[in-house]
C-alpha cells in the first residue's frame, strides 16, 4: 500500500476535509475551487480510468487507496458522479461506513429524480444527508476570478452547517427543508438545457440530410439572432463527451415529470431524448470523445455527418 498522508498535519493546515466521489471534469473542478479556498480534497479513484486518475492528481487531490479510508477522514462527501452511479456509489459509501462510530455528512449532488433521490437517502440511517443538485458548467478560473455553477440544496441540512463559509464557496441556494426540491430543481433545469440538445441535435442533422444546414443555421441568426445561433452551436457541439451520461439523466427528467408534475399520458419526450444520447454515444464515432480531447464533432457540421452516418448504418443494418 502506497504511504498514507499525515491526516492530522492536513487539518492543520486546512479549514475541513472533503470527499469527492468522483473526478469527472465536474468533480474536478469543484475539488480545485476547495482547494483554492483552503479546503484538502481526498478521493478514491483506484477503480476508475486513467483519464480519472490523471484529473484527480491534476486538480491536487489526496488519493486514498480505500473507501475506508476515504470515509474514515473525510468531514463531507460530496457524491458528484453520473446519474446510472448515484445509487451504487452510495451503497459504497454506507458499506465503507458502516455505521462507525465516526460521523458521517453525505451530500448527493448528481442529476437524479426526487423519488431516486429519496431511495439513496434512506440507504442512510443516522447520517446527515443533504440533497443537492449542480446547476451549471464545472468552476474555473479565469480572468483572476472564479466562475461557478448553483447549487441548491434541501433537507433538514446545508453545506453551510458543516463548515461555516462554505455554501459561499461553493455557490450553495438552501431552497426547502424538504428532500427532493433540489433534485428536482435539477430535473426541470436539465429539461430546458438538455431536453434543447437533443431537439436541436435532431434539427441539425435532418437539416443535413436533406442539404439545407447551412441555409438552417443562417435562418436561425438572422431571425432569432446571434445568440439564438451561438446558443444551437454551443448545444450540439459540446455534447458528444457528455451523451453517454446524459441517458440515464434523460430518464430521470422523464421519471420526474411522470412522477412530480402528473405528465403520465406524455410519456416518451425525455425518454426518446434518452435514445438520441444513446445513439451518439454507441452508435456513431462521437461516442470515443472526451473532454478536452476532441477530435470530431467540434463543429456542427460535424456532428451532424457524423450523426447522419450512425443513423444510416443502424438504417443498413434493420433492412
Do not use: C
Not at 25 to 37: F, I, K, N, Q, T
Not at 90 to 101: C, I, L, Q, S
Not at 181 to 210: D, P, R
Not at 240 to 257: C, D, L, N
Amino acid at each position: 500500500m502506497a504511504d498514507l498522508p499525515d491526516f492530522d498535519a492536513l487539518r492543520g493546515r486546512h479549514l475541513g476535509l472533503i470527499g469527492v466521489i468522483s473526478m469527472g471534469d465536474m468533480g474536478s473542478g469543484v475539488a480545485r475551487l476547495l482547494m483554492a479556498h483552503n479546503y484538502a480534497v481526498l478521493t478514491n479513484v483506484s477503480d476508475r480510468s486513467e483519464d480519472t486518475k490523471s484529473r484527480a492528481l491534476s486538480a491536487g487531490a489526496v488519493l486514498l487507496p480505500s473507501d475506508e479510508l476515504l470515509v474514515d477522514h473525510s468531514d463531507l462527501i460530496l457524491s458528484i458522479v453520473p446519474p446510472a452511479e448515484a445509487y451504487s456509489t452510495a451503497e459504497r459509501v454506507v458499506k465503507a461506513w458502516d455505521r462507525k462510530e465516526t460521523e458521517l455528512v453525505y451530500a448527493d449532488l448528481n442529476a437524479v429524480s426526487p423519488s431516486t433521490l429519496l431511495s439513496i437517502s434512506s440507504l442512510f440511517t443516522g447520517v446527515k444527508f443533504i440533497d443537492g443538485s449542480i446547476l451549471g458548467g464545472p468552476p474555473s478560473f479565469v480572468d483572476g476570478s472564479w466562475t461557478k455553477p448553483i447549487i441548491p440544496t434541501s433537507g433538514p441540512f446545508a453545506l453551510s452547517d458543516i463548515f461555516p463559509g462554505l455554501g459561499e464557496v461553493l455557490g450553495e441556494k438552501k431552497i426547502s427543508p424538504e428532500l427532493g426540491q433540489a433534485s428536482g430543481l435539477k430535473m426541470v433545469f436539465a429539461s430546458l438545457s438538455k431536453g434543447y440538445a437533443a431537439v436541436a441535435l435532431q434539427s441539425v442533422t435532418t437539416a443535413h440530410q436533406l442539404g439545407v444546414l447551412p441555409e438552417l443555421l443562417e435562418s436561425v441568426n438572422e431571425l432569432q439572432g446571434e445568440a439564438a445561433g451561438k446558443k444551437l452551436e454551443q448545444a450540439v457541439t459540446g455534447l458528444a463527451p457528455k451523451a453517454g451520461r446524459w441517458v440515464r439523466e434523460m430518464e430521470e427528467i422523464g421519471k420526474t415529470h411522470r412522477e412530480n408534475g402528473n405528465w403520465e399520458e406524455w410519456e416518451g419526450i425525455f425518454e426518446a431524448a434518452a435514445k438520441v444520447y444513446e445513439l451518439v454515444a454507441k452508435g456513431t464515432v462521437l461516442g470515443g470523445e472526451r473532454i478536452g480531447k476532441r477530435e470530431r464533432g467540434t463543429t456542427v457540421e460535424g456532428v451532424a455527418e457524423a450523426v447522419g452516418e450512425g443513423l444510416g448504418r443502424r438504417k443498413a443494418k434493420e433492412e
